[in-house]
């Protein structure tokens, strides 16, 4: 399969991706606990098919320090017992958040009160934030088909 538009010749995509990025960089680095972006990107990733943001995304964060143990388990996070109470919180935002068409009423008051047991304001809005352009992301590769596995860490960064 390939892509259904060759993105290298596509000024408006490029524009699309670039405006996206800067979306991106409203959240300051820090602002969420160490690698916890990554589980959250790879959960919604995961959710909506997206090959080329769960290879990126798997991939970047086992650079970053994080187990084969819990990668292998961010799919099956609700019976796994790698993960603490705080990232259960934020994937469970994740899915509720990315799978708003399936859930009545999207992200239920418990979800997010949960999660604000675990996330100060600036917390939250970084996870809201995250969850958001990752869900665009995935929408965008996608649709396109563009395909995953070749992702070299840093790559995009």
């Not at 259960?88 to 009423?105: F, H, K």
Request: aromatic share 8%; proline share 3%.
């Amino acid at each position: 399969m390939e892509a259904r538009i060759d993105f290298s010749n596509s000024k408006i995509l490029q524009q699309f991706v670039k405006r996206l990025n800067a979306t991106s960089a409203a959240v300051p680095t820090g602002t969420l606990p160490p690698g916890l972006a990554n589980l959250v990107l790879i959960r919604a990733s995961q959710i909506n098919g997206c090959a080329v943001c769960v290879d990126m995304h798997t991939k970047d964060a086992e650079h970053d320090g994080e187990t084969s143990v819990r990668l292998n388990l961010v799919a099956a996070w609700r019976d796994a017992k790698v993960f603490t109470d705080a990232e259960r919180a934020a994937l469970d935002l994740t899915e509720q958040a990315t799978r708003i068409a399936d859930a009545a009423g999207g992200v239920s008051d418990e979800t997010w009160a949960n999660a604000a047991k675990y996330y100060d304001a600036d917390q939250l809005a970084a996870l809201v934030t995250t969850i958001a352009v990752i869900n665009a992301y995935n929408r965008f590769n996608v649709m396109l088909e563009n395909q995953g596995g070749d992702y070299q860490p840093g790559q995009w960064a």
